[in-house]
């Protein structure tokens, strides 16, 4: 399978609850470095960039005041199959769906708060690690 990067959040929630480092355990015992980070609390024209894919849909605006709640940790994840992978450590959207033992199911409160964000594809990795990191913060290989 090919080295991939994928776009990672630990949302407002999750930073909240001090989760941050039993996140990062989990992306790292499933083989996935971190290559860029940082911590940012996100303005609000910079969530609804991020999110502008879903600015037709009705929990839009209930996400992006959520998304600006508090600081969230971004990082970009390198790996084989990185964003299969992260979709799959992260678990189902909403946490009563996600299966056991998924980031979102043992941390995760509701399907607004979900504690994660993962890219779900090649393209919009690309798009969201460039959306927050220039290419000389990303420590790949
Ligand atoms: P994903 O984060 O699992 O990829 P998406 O469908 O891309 O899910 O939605 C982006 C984010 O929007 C979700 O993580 C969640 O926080 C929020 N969201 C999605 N669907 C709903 C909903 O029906 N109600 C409230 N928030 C939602």
Wanted: proline share 3%.
């Amino acid at each position: 399978m090919a080295i991939e990067r994928t776009l990672s959040i630990v949302k407002p929630d999750a930073v909240g609850k001090n989760v941050i480092g039993k996140i990062y355990d989990r992306f790292e015992s499933a083989g996935l470095k971190v290559v860029a980070a940082k911590m940012k609390h996100l303005s609000r024209a910079e969530a609804e960039g991020f999110y502008a894919v879903h600015k037709a849909r009705p929990f839009f605006n209930d996400l992006v005041s959520f998304m600006i709640s508090g600081p969230v940790m971004i990082q970009a994840l390198e790996g084989e199959g990185a964003i299969l992978k992260n979709r799959k450590l992260m678990g189902a959207t909403d946490p009563k769906q996600a299966d056991k033992g998924t980031i979102r199911a043992d941390f995760a409160d509701s399907i607004d708060a979900n504690a994660v964000h993962g890219s779900d594809s090649a393209e919009n990795a690309a798009i969201e690690i460039a959306y927050f990191f220039a290419s000389s913060e990303v420590y790949g290989r």
